[in-house]
């Protein structure tokens, strides 16, 4: 989701990372890349610092779509534990996998050295520590099988959170963290100085392969010709249903407080619960620092409670760190999960020179600089040492389980179309709330904006006709089963939607 239209706003959003014009007519590059977060800004600046001519563009401002709403823990351990990676990839992918994700993280540091890039970038260390349910063996499980998928791993006595200065916890070494804005403002200072072009509110529509080459056009009319296209809109906007099949949408809460400067030791923290929770710091003005955590996932659509999951949020945090001051901030966004972990990243399934990357798994903040390396190699080289890993036409190879349910959700979806309205009337709806309201055989998602006027738009998702629901926390409409999202207007915001809802007024 773009920044624009939203009602929550990260520690981040306000800073800038640059200023861009609509493209209004055509454009030429060697490689147009579409979407302008951490994925597609470290695609550009591999291929320009590969001499190439790139072109990014965005439909909202850059940098502002989900990287914008990210905790950024820079993190090369996969965050569903290496037990659950190794039945889903066995264990040389497994290895594999952490390799990469080391490499991206090695990346983004020799960036910052070489650019000098001042966002707080520090390596430091992370701790697992069990959650209420956890058997200690269940952490010698995953001990050993972080060991065999090559990870530097250890069992520690005691962190410094309340209740668990005693608890065997797991100890990563190595791990980091950055103020994610400031690193996207340098990575396109760097393209454009090496004579990349950068395009804001430009929707992109349509990316279509002819005579060897890329045309893209936005809905404004204007064309991008390039000799190759990278789709890196997050949730991909080029393929109608091929990817997003194997995709899973999940939306997340943050929240950030005060913490008097050095009263908690500088570390990422993460628990086992399901969902789990994530905690780290962030420096702060004067004497104190941010302390930024995380959790109450569920899957996008279906849950509508955002500040019961805050408050359970707040309260876990403080029992652990009772020193933990003022709320600064709070606020939501999406992840795409893939089945067995890994992005798709690489050749857009069908097409020679449209690449694509999608599906980080809540680990978008290493994903995305791995897509950098991985698509600038195979398109500069045809080859990359993880293109089969992250190769978007696999189909998952061991347990079939979460595959089946995630698609479950689009079947059930349809059946709402027979149900009732939320409410009978449209005078029910109090100002900027919405609901879905039934009109004959025709179900309407009516939204009443913060001066009293009504928007009615079509209930019917413009990506393929999945019925939205209603997100009262950042007043928009929610598609459960790809994750397209819209103002409560109707206006499209997230992809894979790239059309408005219908108007209805
Ligand atoms: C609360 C939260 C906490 C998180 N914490 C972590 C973490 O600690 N560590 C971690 O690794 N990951 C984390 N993630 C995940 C990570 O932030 C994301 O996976 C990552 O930022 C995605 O980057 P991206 O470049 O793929 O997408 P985005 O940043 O969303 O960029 C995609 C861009 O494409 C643009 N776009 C979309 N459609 C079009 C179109 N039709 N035309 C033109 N442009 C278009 C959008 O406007 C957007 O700017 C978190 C996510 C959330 C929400
Ligand atoms: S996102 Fe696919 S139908 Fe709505």
Redesign the pocket.
């Known amino acids: 989701?773009?920044v624009e239209n939203e009602h929550s706003t990260?520690l981040w959003m306000e800073t800038e990372v640059a200023a861009a014009e609509p493209l209004r007519a055509k454009a030429t590059a060697d490689v147009v890349i579409?979407?302008?977060?951490?994925?597609?800004?470290s695609v550009a600046y591999e291929l320009a610092a590969r001499n190439l001519k790139v072109v990014v563009?965005?439909?909202?401002?850059?940098?502002?779509?989900?990287?914008?709403?990210?905790?950024?823990?820079?993190?090369p351990v996969c965050?569903d534990g290496a037990g659950e990676l190794i039945k889903m990839q066995g264990e040389e992918n497994a290895k594999l996998f952490h390799e990469s994700q080391r490499a991206a993280v090695d990346r983004i540091e020799e960036i910052v050295k070489l650019d000098r890039i001042e966002c707080n970038f520090r390596r430091l260390s992370a701790y697992l520590f069990p959650g209420p349910k956890t058997e200690p063996s269940e952490l010698d499980e995953e001990l050993k099988a972080m060991k065999k998928a090559g990870v530097a791993v250890e069992k520690i006595k005691g962190i410094p959170l309340a209740g668990y200065e005693t608890t065997t916890c797991l100890h990563y070494p190595d791990q980091a963290t950055f103020h994610?804005l400031r690193y996207l403002r340098a990575l396109t200072e760097t393209i454009t100085k090496r004579g990349g072009a950068l395009y804001e509110r430009?929707?992109?529509?349509e990316v279509e392969e002819k005579d060897g080459a890329v045309i893209v056009r936005?809905m404004n009319g204007a064309v991008i010709e390039a000799a190759a296209a990278v789709v890196?809109?997050?949730?991909p906007?080029n393929d109608r249903l091929a990817l997003h099949t194997k995709l899973a949408p999940y939306?997340?809460?943050?929240m950030a407080f005060t913490i008097p400067k050095d009263s908690l030791p500088d570390a990422l923290y993460w628990d086992t619960m399901d969902p789990y929770h994530?905690i780290?710091q962030q420096p702060g003005p004067g004497g104190a620092d941010y302390l930024i955590t995380?959790g109450g996932d569920h899957k996008s659509g279906e849950a509508d409670d955002a500040w019961a999951r805050f408050e359970a949020i707040e309260a876990y945090t403080r029992r652990l760190i009772p020193q933990l001051g003022k709320e600064i901030t709070r606020?939501?966004?999406?992840?795409?999960d893939t089945p067995d972990y890994a992005a798709y990243c690489g050749l857009n399934p069908g097409n020679k020179h449209v690449y694509v990357?999608?599906g980080?798994s809540?680990?978008?903040?290493?994903?995305?600089p791995l897509?950098g390396l991985l698509i600038a190699d195979l398109i500069t080289s045809g080859k990359s040492p993880w293109q089969k890993l992250y190769e978007p036409s696999r189909k998952p190879t061991r347990d079939l389980t979460n595959y089946a349910r995630e698609n479950m959700t689009t079947i059930k979806n349809f059946a709402e179309y027979l149900a009732p309205g939320e409410v009978s009337s449209y005078a029910q709806i109090k100002k900027g709330e919405g609901a879905i309201v039934r009109e004959g055989l025709r179900k309407v998602a009516a939204y009443r904006d913060t001066h009293g006027k009504l928007h009615k738009s079509s209930a019917m998702c413009t990506h393929v006709g999945c019925h939205v629901h209603w997100n009262s926390f950042e007043r928009c409409w929610d598609c459960p089963c790809h994750g397209s999202q819209f103002a409560g207007d109707g206006t499209a915001l997230?992809?894979p939607a790239?059309k408005n809802l219908e108007s209805l007024d």
Do not use: C, E, F
């Not at 809540?362 to 995305?368: A, E, P």
């Open positions: 989701m773009n990260s579409i979407g302008s977060g951490i994925a597609g800004l563009v965005d439909r909202g401002h850059i940098g502002k779509g989900m990287t914008a709403r990210t905790t950024a823990h820079l993190a965050d994610p430009t929707v992109i529509s936005a890196a809109t997050n949730s906007i939306r997340t809460y943050a994530y780290r995380g606020w939501s966004g999406q992840v795409l990357h999608t980080d809540g680990q978008g903040m290493t994903h995305g897509a997230n992809g790239v």
